[in-house]
C-alpha cells in the first residue's frame, strides 16, 4: 500500500510543471552547499583568472585563451564581476554558475527534451539523479566548472526536439555558440552534431553541425597553437589496470557510493590487488555494451558522446605535475571534474537496463541504482569554503582604495589567491 502511494506521489510529481522542478532543483543543488550561498566566494581560476583578468584587459579578455582554449562563460562572469563592487563578485559567480547548472535537467524535463526519453518518470528519475549526484564536489556551483554543465547542455540540446518557434531556434543556435566557446567539448560535440544532421537532413539539424564544427574549428586552432605550452609534464602512466581502477573507482563506486566513502575505500590493501577494479570495470563496461544494444538511439548518441570525453581526459588530463597521471587519478578520487558526464552516462545505462533488460539485468540495474542513495546521503552536504571573514575584510579594502593600492585576497581552495591593483 505504502509502495503504491509513493509511486502515485512520484507520477503526480512528474507530471508536475517544469517551473515546479527547476524551483526543487534549485532549492537542491543550493542546500548541499548553503555555505556558498551565505557566504559566496571565489573558487581556484575563478579570481586570479577570470576576474584579475578582466579587471585589467576588460572585453579584451573575450579572446584571450587560457590552458589552450576559449572559455567564454567564465569570462563574462569576470567581467560581470567587473562591474560590481568586489565584495559582489561571488555573489554574481554564484548566480551563473547554478543558471549554468540548471540548465541541462530543466532542459531535459522540457518539452524538448521529451525526444530524448519519452517516459517523462525517466527524464525525472535522471534530472534529479544529477542535480544531487554523488563524487562532483569540484564542479559544483562554482564558474570555472560551469563549462562542463554546459557541455552537457549542449548534447541534450544536439539530440533534443527542435524549437517551434524562430525565437526558440534562434536562442538553441546562440546557446550553443556559447557551448561550443566555453572549454574544449565542441570538439567531441561536433561528431553527435554530424550524426544528428546525417539522420535528419533539415535545416535545423544543418544549422546546429554548422555552428558546432564552426566553434570546434576555432578551439582546436587555438589548442594546437599552445597545447604544449599548457598541458602538464607528468607521465600519463597508461595501462588497463590503472584505467580499470578510475572506471571501477571514480565512476562506478564514486557514483554509487560517494566521494567521501569511495576515498577511503582506495586507501584499503584491496585496491592494490588488480583483479579486483578490473571485474567491476568489465562489469560496468558489460552492462554499458548492453544498454548500447537495448536503448533508444538518444542514449546510443550521449554514449558516445561520454565516452569520447572520458578518453580525451584520459589522453591529456590535467590533475598533477609530478607522478603518474592516471595512477593519481585512480587512487586519491583526483579530477573529478572528468567524470561528471560518464557517471551520467553510467547512471542512464542502468536506467535503461532496468527497463528494457532481462528480468535478472533488471533486477541488477535497479539494485545498483537503489545504492546510489548510499552516495547521495553521504556525499549531500559540499566542503564548505573557507576564509569568507578575510576575504570580505580584503574586498571592502580594495573597493575604497584609492587608484595603485595592492591587495593580495585568499580564496579557495588552500593556497589560491586573488591580488589585485585599484586602477
Request: with cysteine.
Amino acid at each position: 500500500m505504502r509502495s503504491k502511494t509513493i509511486s502515485s506521489a512520484f507520477r503526480a510529481f512528474a507530471s508536475g510543471p517544469l517551473w515546479l522542478h527547476a524551483a526543487v532543483m534549485a532549492g537542491i543543488m543550493i542546500l548541499r552547499q548553503p555555505n556558498h550561498l551565505l557566504y559566496p566566494q571565489f573558487w581556484a581560476e575563478d579570481g586570479p583568472c577570470w576576474l584579475k583578468e578582466a579587471y585589467d584587459h576588460g572585453a579584451a579578455c573575450l579572446l584571450m585563451p587560457h590552458t589552450g582554449y576559449f572559455q567564454t562563460i567564465s569570462r563574462i562572469g569576470g567581467l560581470m564581476a567587473t562591474w560590481t563592487p568586489l565584495v559582489m563578485g561571488p555573489a554574481i559567480y554564484l548566480l551563473i554558475s547554478l543558471l549554468a547548472q540548471l540548465a541541462p535537467p530543466v532542459y531535459l524535463l522540457s518539452p524538448l527534451g521529451s525526444s530524448i526519453c519519452p517516459s517523462k518518470e525517466s527524464r525525472v528519475v535522471l534530472a534529479f539523479l544529477y542535480a544531487v549526484i554523488p563524487n562532483s564536489f569540484e564542479l559544483h556551483l562554482n564558474l570555472t566548472n560551469a563549462q562542463t554543465h554546459l557541455a552537457l547542455l549542449g548534447v541534450l540540446m544536439l539530440i533534443g526536439s527542435v524549437p517551434k518557434s524562430r525565437l526558440g531556434r534562434t536562442g538553441l543556435l546562440a546557446t550553443l555558440v556559447l557551448v561550443g566557446l566555453s572549454g574544449p567539448f565542441s570538439l567531441l560535440l561536433t561528431p553527435i552534431a554530424l550524426w544528428q544532421w546525417w539522420q535528419k537532413r533539415d535545416s535545423s539539424a544543418t544549422a546546429n553541425a554548422a555552428v558546432i564544427s564552426l566553434t570546434a574549428l576555432i578551439q582546436g586552432i587555438s589548442l594546437l597553437q599552445s597545447m604544449h605550452a599548457t598541458r602538464s609534464p607528468a607521465p600519463l602512466g597508461a595501462s588497463f589496470p590503472a584505467f580499470a581502477r578510475i572506471l571501477s573507482g571514480e565512476i562506478v563506486m564514486g557514483s554509487l557510493l560517494g566521494a567521501r566513502i569511495t576515498s577511503r575505500l582506495m586507501l584499503l590493501p584491496f585496491w592494490k590487488v588488480d583483479w579486483i577494479p578490473c571485474l567491476i570495470a568489465l562489469f560496468a563496461l558489460s552492462v554499458f555494451v548492453l544498454a548500447i544494444k537495448t536503448g533508444t538511439e538518444s542514449f546510443r548518441k550521449f554514449a558516445a558522446f561520454s565516452a569520447m570525453q572520458l578518453a580525451a581526459a584520459l589522453l591529456a588530463p590535467q590533475v598533477t605535475m609530478s607522478t603518474s597521471q592516471w595512477e593519481a587519478m585512480g587512487t586519491c578520487m583526483t579530477g573529478t571534474r572528468y567524470f561528471l558526464i560518464p557517471m551520467l552516462a553510467w547512471f542512464a545505462a542502468l536506467l535503461v537496463m532496468s527497463q528494457y533488460g532481462h528480468r535478472a539485468l533488471r533486477y541488477i540495474a535497479f539494485i545498483l541504482l537503489s545504492a546510489a542513495s548510499i552516495g547521495i546521503v553521504n556525499d549531500w552536504t559540499c566542503p564548505p569554503f573557507q576564509h569568507y571573514e578575510e576575504f570580505m575584510k580584503q574586498a571592502r579594502v580594495f573597493d575604497r582604495a584609492a587608484p595603485g593600492t595592492a591587495v593580495a585576497i585568499p580564496i579557495n581552495p588552500e593556497g589560491w589567491a586573488l591580488q589585485l591593483i585599484k586602477h
